[in-house]
């Protein structure tokens, strides 16, 4: 019989742990939060200082009566949560039901699932710290009181099934306010002026730039005539020739927040989906003979600091592979934000000594193009900088000055291994001059002025409001990707080329939210107050305070809203087609599952009818039809034919327009846990999707 109880969050966990602790210790999970404030009811005692009425979540009795009956066996129980104020707050929930002394070391905490972290993170128990828990518990108090309170107002104003939150009501005024400016934007003329230049035989470009003494910008076509007209003939004096070598130093290890960015950007994941593959791949991956391992430290982090011996270990992987001077040989310190918790460390590989080829064949298609990113990410932090000779060359003629840059890698560097993304805009590539010296003459040809206009400043990519919501301070790592889950899901927001835009619904609820609750999106209001939880958590404000603080002004604006909100009319957007059964418009309309479309003449005519996407491919059983994407109301996407119910063809696999090579039957794409399969549906043909 085992001695130590220790519980974790996750199953998956679980079975790791136990593995590397031994037969004295059973290990066991509570899938997450087994304690919580009611759904049904605020479940915040306003008049009693604010005392949360906490009940056991619904369907995690069984799991709790397990638990119980496990600690009343063991010697001692240790609480191993994840190391964030949500695991302390876990944590603390399990200490109260399973009669735990919280004094007591009881609380282990540790940053990575591998053995040696294990064992040592069990040396050091300690009591579970009630400052963060504090902080956490303010948090969901906080948010029930925001979300109870004005929710129930704008179900009952607007619309049914409508949200608001501290944090969702910033980011959709981000997202309203850009569209706003992207509205009122007004284009400005100007004009551009390159050529080409030759030398030796050898071509490069090169662009206006001014005149002799100043920098000029070329506003209309009359001042580009105007350049055109000082020019003579077609040779060019090199007046300046200027080299240098610049240095690009590496970006830091991932941040959450920066995981999330750059996995948008270079692998179009969704904010949802990294944290979803950086959780499996923290909780552990059976890795053959090693067994199940955590390949990454934890995903939810603010810091870019790193252990000692995660550098000891990547130095020596670099200079085995790479070389010494590869070696990063000064510390290149990392800008944190003043919001910063730097609570543990950033995200990186457990071990650099699992490269991404070696975990390849016990990785899904998407874990090992994420643990790549992980791990490319994390060894060029720890390599020199990139040395490139840059060359900056002004060409004359007459008063005219053109400007030719270009540059050459001297030295990769960490540009051996990764280079970091960059958002709305592609990264300059210079081209490499050939040889030029002070007073010799080019030729100059295809000397060519271009217009242009300025452009709005773009909508929100996921990684861009990710980046601009951290900079801001609001929310924390853990709460972006629920955030952008929600607004979506309430239908606030669209995404249109991977943008985000606003809904006419999302326009409502923001408008009524600004003019009766101007706090809630108030974009340094909230920033102040993740810096007041902050100060709970540090023990500097005690969080009964910083409630009240927030809650009497708020209560107000409660009464004010409820009294003078007039209820509003959603208009229903037009389908573009008419009801087959009574010939009325029919209209898009937003339901539990998401839009679909309904008679306009409802009640008196309840014909509905799913939104259908056509992927074309002939529906593969009547021969006739066109097979469309639909959903089921559990919103999983299924294939069907569009004469439906004239054929019933469905499939959960999507159909694809080819035919077997082999038997001529149907090819459906297969979605398999590493990756995509095509397969035939008659036969066993397969054959891997291409990326």
């Given at each position: 019989?085992?001695?130590y109880l220790?519980?974790v969050e996750s199953?998956?966990?679980?079975k790791?742990i136990?593995?590397?602790l031994g037969?004295?210790?059973?290990?066991r999970?509570s899938?997450?939060h087994?304690r919580?404030?009611p759904?049904?009811?605020?479940?915040?005692?306003?008049e009693n200082?604010y005392e949360?009425k906490y009940i056991?979540?619904?369907?995690?009795g069984?799991?709790?009566?397990?638990?119980?009956?496990?600690?009343?066996?063991?010697k001692?129980i240790f609480l191993?949560a994840?190391p964030d104020r949500?695991?302390?707050?876990?944590?603390?929930?399990?200490?109260?039901q399973?009669g735990v002394?919280i004094?007591?070391d009881?609380?282990?905490?540790?940053?990575?699932?591998?053995?040696?972290?294990?064992?040592?993170?069990?040396k050091s128990?300690?009591p579970i710290d009630?400052?963060?828990?504090?902080?956490?518990?303010?948090?969901r108090?906080?948010?029930?009181?925001?979300?109870?309170?004005?929710?129930?107002i704008l179900?009952?104003k607007?619309?049914?099934?409508l949200?608001a939150?501290?944090v969702?009501?910033?980011?959709?005024?981000?997202?309203i306010d850009?569209?706003?400016?992207?509205?009122?934007?007004?284009?400005?003329?100007?004009w551009?002026?390159?050529?080409?230049?030759?030398?030796?035989?050898?071509t490069?470009?090169a662009s206006f730039?001014?005149?002799?003494?100043?920098k000029?910008?070329?506003e209309n076509?009359?001042?580009?005539d105007?350049?055109?007209?000082k020019?003579?003939?077609d040779?060019?004096e090199?007046?300046?020739?200027i080299?240098?070598?610049?240095k690009r130093?590496?970006?830091?290890?991932?941040t959450?927040?920066?995981l999330?960015?750059?996995a948008a950007r270079k692998l179009?994941f969704r904010?949802?989906?990294?944290?979803m593959?950086?959780q499996?791949?923290?909780?552990?991956?059976?890795?053959g003979?090693e067994?199940?391992?955590?390949?990454?430290?934890?995903?939810?982090?603010?810091?870019?600091?790193?252990?000692?011996?995660a550098?000891?270990?990547?130095?020596?992987?670099i200079e085995?592979?790479?070389?010494?001077?590869?070696?990063?040989?000064?510390?290149v310190?990392?800008?944190?934000?003043?919001n910063?918790?730097d609570a543990?460390?950033?995200?990186?590989p457990t071990s650099?000594m699992?490269?991404p080829?070696?975990?390849?064949a016990?990785?899904?298609?998407d874990q090992?193009?994420l643990?790549k990113l992980i791990?490319?990410?994390f060894?060029a932090?720890?390599?020199?900088?990139?040395?490139?000779?840059?060359v900056?060359?002004?060409?004359m003629?007459?008063?005219?000055?053109?400007r030719a840059?270009?540059?050459e890698?001297?030295?990769?560097?960490?540009?051996?291994?990764?280079?970091?993304g960059?958002d709305?805009?592609?990264?300059?590539k210079?081209?490499?001059?050939?040889?030029l010296d002070?007073?010799?003459?080019?030729k100059?040809s295809?000397?060519?002025?271009?217009?242009?206009f300025?452009?709005?400043?773009?909508?929100?990519?996921?990684?861009?409001?990710?980046?601009t919501?951290?900079?801001l301070g609001?929310?924390?790592?853990?709460?972006?990707?629920p955030?952008?889950?929600t607004?979506?899901k309430?239908?606030y927001?669209?995404?249109?080329?991977?943008r985000?835009?606003?809904?006419?619904?999302g326009?409502?609820v923001?408008?009524?939210?600004?003019?009766?609750?101007?706090d809630i999106i108030?974009?340094?209001?909230?920033?102040?107050m993740?810096k007041?939880?902050?100060?709970?958590?540090d023990?500097?404000?005690?969080?009964?305070?910083?409630?009240?603080?927030?809650?009497?002004?708020?209560?107000k604006?409660?009464?004010?809203a409820?009294e003078?909100?007039?209820?509003?009319?959603?208009?229903d957007?037009?389908?573009?087609?008419d009801?087959?059964?009574c010939?009325?418009p029919?209209?898009?309309?937003?339901?539990?599952?998401?839009?679909f479309?309904?008679?306009?003449?409802f009640p008196?005519?309840?014909n509905?009818?799913?939104?259908?996407?056509?992927i074309g491919?002939?529906?593969?059983?009547?021969?006739?039809?066109?097979v469309v994407?639909?959903?089921?109301?559990t919103?999983r996407?299924f294939?069907g034919?569009?004469?439906y119910?004239?054929?019933?063809?469905?499939s959960w696999?999507?159909?694809?327009?080819r035919?077997?090579p082999k038997?001529?039957?149907?090819?459906?794409?297969k979605?398999?846990?590493k990756?995509?399969?095509i397969?035939?549906?008659?036969?066993?043909?397969?054959?891997?999707a291409?990326?």
């Amino acid at each position: 019989m085992a001695d130590y109880l220790v519980i974790v969050e996750s199953p998956a966990k679980a079975k790791t742990i136990e593995r590397y602790l031994g037969k004295k210790y059973k290990v066991r999970a509570s899938i997450g939060h087994l304690r919580d404030l009611p759904r049904s009811q605020m479940g915040v005692d306003t008049e009693n200082n604010y005392e949360p009425k906490y009940i056991t979540i619904r369907g995690k009795g069984p799991i709790l009566q397990e638990l119980k009956k496990d600690a009343k066996k063991a010697k001692k129980i240790f609480l191993a949560a994840d190391p964030d104020r949500e695991g302390e707050a876990i944590a603390w929930h399990l200490a109260h039901q399973l009669g735990v002394d919280i004094n007591s070391d009881c609380r282990v905490v540790f940053n990575e699932i591998t053995k040696d972290a294990i064992k040592e993170s069990f040396k050091s128990p300690r009591p579970i710290d009630m400052n963060r828990v504090d902080a956490q518990q303010a948090r969901r108090i906080l948010d029930r009181l925001v979300g109870y309170n004005i929710s129930p107002i704008l179900w009952k104003k607007v619309k049914k099934g409508l949200s608001a939150g501290r944090v969702q009501s910033v980011a959709l005024r981000l997202i309203i306010d850009r569209e706003n400016e992207i509205k009122a934007f007004v284009p400005e003329e100007y004009w551009s002026i390159s050529g080409k230049f030759s030398k030796d035989g050898k071509t490069f470009e090169a662009s206006f730039y001014g005149d002799a003494t100043k920098k000029m910008k070329l506003e209309n076509k009359k001042q580009v005539d105007e350049v055109l007209s000082k020019m003579s003939g077609d040779e060019f004096e090199i007046v300046n020739v200027i080299k240098k070598e610049r240095k690009r130093n590496p970006a830091p290890p991932f941040t959450t927040s920066s995981l999330q960015q750059e996995a948008a950007r270079k692998l179009n994941f969704r904010a949802r989906k990294t944290m979803m593959l950086a959780q499996q791949l923290y909780e552990g991956i059976n890795t053959g003979k090693e067994g199940i391992v955590g390949l990454i430290t934890y995903m939810r982090t603010d810091s870019t600091r790193i252990s000692e011996s995660a550098k000891g270990e990547a130095v020596t992987f670099i200079e085995k592979m790479y070389g010494k001077e590869f070696i990063a040989t000064s510390k290149v310190k990392a800008k944190e934000s003043a919001n910063t918790q730097d609570a543990h460390e950033a995200v990186r590989p457990t071990s650099v000594m699992r490269p991404p080829e070696a975990m390849k064949a016990f990785l899904s298609r998407d874990q090992h193009r994420l643990y790549k990113l992980i791990w490319e990410r994390f060894v060029a932090s720890q390599m020199a900088p990139a040395v490139l000779d840059t060359v900056t060359a002004d060409l004359m003629n007459g008063d005219v000055k053109f400007r030719a840059t270009g540059s050459e890698v001297k030295f990769p560097g960490f540009m051996k291994v990764y280079i970091e993304g960059e958002d709305d805009q592609e990264e300059e590539k210079e081209g490499i001059l050939p040889p030029l010296d002070k007073g010799e003459r080019v030729k100059g040809s295809e000397i060519d002025p271009k217009q242009h206009f300025t452009q709005p400043p773009p909508r929100y990519s996921e990684a861009r409001l990710v980046k601009t919501l951290e900079e801001l301070g609001i929310g924390r790592p853990s709460t972006y990707a629920p955030t952008l889950d929600t607004i979506q899901k309430r239908g606030y927001v669209t995404l249109d080329a991977k943008r985000f835009v606003p809904t006419e619904l999302g326009e409502i609820v923001h408008q009524a939210v600004t003019q009766y609750f101007p706090d809630i999106i108030n974009i340094e209001f909230t920033a102040d107050m993740e810096k007041s939880l902050d100060d709970v958590e540090d023990g500097e404000v005690q969080w009964v305070q910083v409630i009240d603080e927030f809650y009497k002004e708020f209560e107000k604006h409660v009464k004010v809203a409820d009294e003078e909100m007039e209820k509003i009319e959603i208009k229903d957007e037009p389908a573009g087609e008419d009801c087959e059964k009574c010939g009325s418009p029919m209209v898009f309309k937003m339901g539990r599952y998401g839009k679909f479309m309904a008679c306009s003449n409802f009640p008196d005519c309840r014909n509905t009818k799913a939104i259908i996407k056509p992927i074309g491919v002939t529906c593969p059983s009547c021969k006739e039809g066109q097979v469309v994407e639909r959903k089921s109301k559990t919103k999983r996407i299924f294939y069907g034919c569009d004469r439906y119910p004239e054929c019933e063809y469905v499939s959960w696999d999507k159909p694809i327009a080819r035919p077997c090579p082999k038997c001529q039957s149907t090819l459906v794409e297969k979605r398999l846990k590493k990756g995509v399969q095509i397969q035939c549906t008659e036969c066993d043909y397969k054959e891997d999707a291409q990326e």
